[in-house]
């Protein structure tokens, strides 16, 4: 199979962009249909570019028979005009590739790699031509709403939606009721932190909203980590309200209010932290969920950690099939000029590596349908009855496991929650989460929590705050709680009877004392000597005689 590669260049304001339109030429035989695929990079170009151009290459082998498959790639050359510029030139692409451009007969299929806001904008002229959009990126919480973008699949596998889920069961798992949030929503250029702090919270309180009460206790507050003063006001403040505190900020904040909290002793098994990011990896706008940085903070934040739960995606398997893959994507990236694969900012080459892989899962899922759909002799210019043969299926990843697509044409994909497992400092997957069904479960062979027997238990939700799973029977069984209600009822009984007791002897103490007074009358040596009016005055003189004393006195009635 012989690649041809034509170049041109479209110039908005000072920015750059080059498209590459990659003729796959044609195949033996006779083709009945021919799909072509528009992929739109924003970032990370040096390996998405190359790992789209497997992915048609591996389904032209796969479907060549029947269904061929040509792509063009329209990616960004210069790193500059993040945002609205990039938006505005994918769109002008498109429409002049859709009016103008393609091929009448090939059947177009929108594939967006990068960037929320140009995902969207793709999304919204795929619905107005209804042409199928199958995306391996957008995290956007609008990108969800696919009656407003019906011809739209996001297979990004990590979704803030899905975060905060997995945060709620965390919450469920332990048994928390008062959370409280330190934000620096703008701590990083990406909209994670922003959207995070926003939604975090909200999942909490639209549980209070469904039980018509107050079933968790959220405090939440923004500020600036960046300077110590404002750590230490933000961690006094949240060690008035919980013990549970939450941290959603770039990594790198993230250790340093670690490191402040324990020099205000505030990571002891009292306290329990948790933070999120996208991924488990380091990555240049959202930190490294590690707290190793090779400077003279280390040794702190090592002991800090312990007190920390990230979390994350859970890192794609390392297959024998991937570590191929990834080997011919750097193959090919070299063969590319590298002034045309610049990303749209710095990333680490874990990151770039990772959306390859989504990109590979997203064009390899695209084309499985399209096969399927022409094999049935359906349409495919039927953008819409597209994008739904993709929901509520499970599709092979390229590192050998598995995705499920939901009812809503997101991908479900597995969470994790990173705790420290050793005395080394490791930092390890200790509970799983599959998007799919909700649940948390421990990885196979993984290792435990450090302060897996320590966790703070002073906040328990009471039985009926919690969901009607069962769970409460087994956390508080019948026994246990008949324990509790017979030594709280001791106590009362004990309580009344030293109360009782006291004022009784109180009373006593009293009486003695009154009687021993000189003036305490008794009834029977009381005599009236003589009464009289004086101007309105009743004056009654009396006199009263002991063995001991003879004391006489007036006593005037106003």
Not at 15 to 41: K, P
């Amino acid at each position: 199979m012989v690649w041809s590669r034509k170049t041109f260049e479209v110039e908005v304001g000072r920015a750059r962009y080059c498209a590459w339109i990659i003729d796959s030429g044609t195949s033996a035989g006779t083709i009945r249909t021919t799909v072509h695929v528009v992929a739109t990079v924003a970032y990370s170009a040096e390996t998405v570019m190359p790992a789209v151009q497997l992915a048609a290459r591996d389904s032209n082998r796969l479907y060549g028979r029947d269904l061929w498959f040509n792509l063009s790639i329209y990616g960004r050359r210069d790193p500059g005009a993040y945002g609205t510029d990039l938006e505005m030139t994918i769109a002008d692409y498109l429409a002049g590739f859709y009016y103008r451009g393609k091929d009448t007969a090939a059947y177009p299929i929108f594939l967006p790699t990068g960037h929320s806001g140009s995902i969207a904008q793709t999304a919204e002229l795929g619905r107005e031509w209804n042409v199928p959009i199958v995306a391996s990126a957008g995290q956007f919480s609008r990108l969800r709403d696919k009656v407003r973008f019906p011809t739209l699949d996001c297979l990004l596998p990590s979704v803030l939606s899905e975060h905060t889920n997995l945060f709620l069961e965390l919450i469920r798992h332990y048994r928390w009721r008062r959370i409280s949030f330190i934000c620096d929503p703008n701590s990083s250029r990406d909209l994670f932190f922003h959207d995070a702090c926003i939604e975090f919270p909200a999942i909490l309180r639209a549980q209070n909203s469904k039980q018509n009460g107050t079933v968790y206790e959220v405090y939440d507050a923004s500020t600036i980590l960046s300077y110590e003063a404002n750590r230490l006001r933000a961690l006094a403040r949240a060690k008035k309200q919980s013990r549970v505190i939450v941290i959603l900020a770039h990594m790198n904040l993230v250790r340093l209010t670690m490191v402040t909290a324990h020099g205000l002793a505030m990571t002891t098994t009292k306290f329990v932290y948790i933070t999120s990011l996208w991924y488990n990896i380091d990555t240049v706008e959202l930190g490294r969920p590690h707290w190793q940085r090779n400077d003279t903070l280390d040794s702190v934040a090592k002991l800090a950690f312990e007190a920390l739960l990230v979390i994350t995606l859970s890192r794609p398997k390392k297959s024998q099939r991937l570590m191929e893959f990834l080997s011919a994507v750097g193959n090919l990236s070299a063969d590319y000029p590298k002034n045309y694969t610049q990303p749209g900012f710095v990333m680490a080459g874990e990151e770039t590596q990772l959306y390859a892989i989504y990109a590979y899962d997203a064009f390899a899922t695209l084309a499985m349908i399209a096969n399927e759909r022409t094999q049935n002799g359906a349409n495919l210019s039927d953008g819409k009855a597209f994008a739904q043969s993709l929901r509520n299926r499970t599709f092979p990843s390229i590192d050998g496991s598995v995705f499920k697509v939901n009812s809503n044409g997101d991908r479900d994909s597995i969470y994790a929650i990173l705790a420290m497992t050793s005395d080394l400092g490791d930092m390890e997957q200790i509970l799983l989460y599959n998007a799919w069904d909700d649940r948390l479960r421990r990885p196979e062979n993984s290792s435990d929590w450090t302060r897996n027997n320590a966790v703070p238990v002073d906040q328990l939700l009471f039985c009926e705050f919690y969901r009607s799973d069962g769970q409460c029977e087994t956390q508080f069984p019948l026994t246990q709680i008949t324990a509790v209600t017979g030594a709280l009822t001791a106590a009362l009984v004990f309580a009344t009877l030293a109360a009782i007791f006291r004022v009784r002897y109180l009373y006593i103490q009293r009486k003695k004392c009154y009687s021993s007074l000189w003036w305490a009358v008794e009834h029977d040596l009381l005599k009236l000597h003589h009464r009289e009016l004086d101007q309105g005055s009743l004056i009654i003189s009396f006199y009263f005689n002991r063995s001991t004393n003879t004391r006489s006195g007036l006593l005037r009635i106003i």
